[in-house]
Every structure is written in structure tokens, then in C-alpha cells.
T-cell receptor, first 110, second 115 residues
Framework: GEDVEQSLFLSVREGDSSVINCTYT??????LYWYKQEPGAGLQLLTY?????DMKQDQRLTVLLNKKDKHLSLRIADTQTGDSAIYFC??????????FGSGTRLQVQP | DGGITQSPKYLFRKEGQNVTLSCEQN?????MYWYRQDPGQGLRLIYY???????QKGDIAEGYSVSREKKESFPLTVTSAQKNPTAFYLC??????????????FGEGSRLTVL
């Protein structure tokens, strides 16, 4: 079955770049996603990348996809305190529903 | 505004009771999902439905039941058979059937606590 792995915690200082990493086992994903969860709330889509791309940039967000190593990363430039949240990567294998990683809690220190 | 509404936001239950969590969407999406979230474990799929009057078990369906009588509604019942029901429950929908990106739209969640 699908397996999606993320580190649980990342702490950065305000203004620095944050890099959140994700590895997965299923190589048939068509789309790969990054979601953000604020405390006590649902998940909101931040960005996604199509599997035939290796990079996607959207303002402060950069997504890198290495299909050979099955590695996905999310870089947040100029990290702000409002970026503090849990970030989930998710893959879509087209079979039934998205498979989510365990989430990375990003803590931004002023 | 279009979106997904979950209710109640907080729910307390005594052991041995069944409870039903509501999920309604007005996005005209065909597919709806229930996930359970526990600290440090990410989201685990309980049930999903890709069309009205049809639903499938996810990875942790034991102790839960669902129905999909209307396109916009997908209620989840947490039965007394669920051994460890205290968790944060998230409902989502997608327009997957329409050939879109498969993005899931989430509700704000329901936190169930068993006393």
C-alpha cells in the first residue's frame, strides 16, 4: 500500500527559509499536494504539483519533486509567524482517496 | 459561500453511546470522505463515497458506519463498538469524478471526546 513519511517537527526563526520534506513509496501518483492545518481547524490546500513536473513556484512557496528518489519538498521563503501550522503532504494514486503523511509541525520563532 | 459544514464542532459522549457527526457540502461534489486525525499520526481514512447510495470502507472502518442518501450529505456514526473514539474527525469532498486535480476540500472538523 501507499506510505507517506514526514518528519514531525521543524523550528525556524522568522525571516529564514523553511524546508519541509516528504517521502513516499507509491510511484503512480498523478498529483502530489501540500496542505496546511491551523490549530483546531480543517486542512487547506497550499499548492500541488503534477507528477511530470520537477518544480513549481507560487510566491513564497517552492515545491520540488524528485521522482527517482520519491521525494517531495516544500520550501517557504521568508517564513513568518503566521506560517506556524502543521503541514501535510498527500499523494493521489487515483485509486480511492488521498494518502496523507503524519504532518510536520512548523514552529516559527520571532 | 460554497463549502463543507461539519457539526457539531465539539461533542462529548459517554461510553456505550452511539453518536452521529454531520457533514454537508454545497460544492456539488460527487465524492465525500471521512478521516480521523490523532496526534502524530496524520489522517487515516475511515469511509469514502464516490456516488450517492454507494460507499466503501477505508483503512479504519471498524466501529463506524456511514450513509449517503443525498449528494450533499455524508453523516458518520461512531458506534459503541469503536474502541478508542476520542479523536478529531474531518470530512472532505472532491470533484474527482469531474476529472479535476483531485484536491480535497475539508470541513473545520469535529472533536469527539469520550468521557
Amino acid at each position: 500500500g501507499e506510505d507517506v513519511e514526514q518528519s514531525l517537527f521543524l523550528s525556524v526563526r522568522e525571516g529564514d527559509s523553511s524546508v519541509i520534506n516528504c517521502t513516499y513509496t507509491d510511484s503512480s501518483s498523478t498529483y502530489l499536494y501540500w496542505y496546511k492545518q491551523e490549530p483546531g481547524a480543517g486542512l487547506q490546500l497550499l499548492t500541488y504539483i503534477f507528477s511530470n513536473m520537477d518544480m513549481k513556484q507560487d510566491q513564497r512557496l517552492t515545491v520540488l519533486l524528485n521522482k527517482k528518489d520519491k521525494h517531495l519538498s516544500l520550501r517557504i521563503a521568508d517564513t513568518q509567524t503566521g506560517d506556524s501550522a502543521i503541514y501535510f503532504c498527500a499523494i493521489d494514486t487515483g485509486r480511492r482517496a488521498l494518502t496523507f503523511g503524519s504532518g510536520t509541525r512548523l514552529q516559527v520563532q520571532p | 459561500d460554497g463549502g463543507i459544514t461539519q457539526s457539531p464542532k465539539y461533542l462529548f459522549r459517554k461510553e456505550g453511546q452511539n453518536v452521529t457527526l454531520s457533514c454537508e457540502q454545497n460544492l456539488n461534489h460527487d465524492a465525500m470522505y471521512w478521516y480521523r486525525q490523532d496526534p502524530g499520526q496524520g489522517l487515516r481514512l475511515i469511509y469514502y463515497s464516490q456516488i450517492v447510495n454507494d460507499f466503501q470502507k477505508g483503512d479504519i472502518a471498524e466501529g463506524y458506519s456511514v450513509s449517503r442518501e443525498k449528494k450533499e450529505s455524508f453523516p458518520l456514526t461512531v458506534t459503541s463498538a469503536q474502541k478508542n473514539p476520542t479523536a478529531f474527525y474531518l470530512c472532505a469532498s472532491s470533484g474527482l469524478a469531474g476529472g479535476e486535480t483531485g484536491e480535497l476540500f475539508f470541513g473545520e472538523g469535529s472533536r469527539l471526546t469520550v468521557l
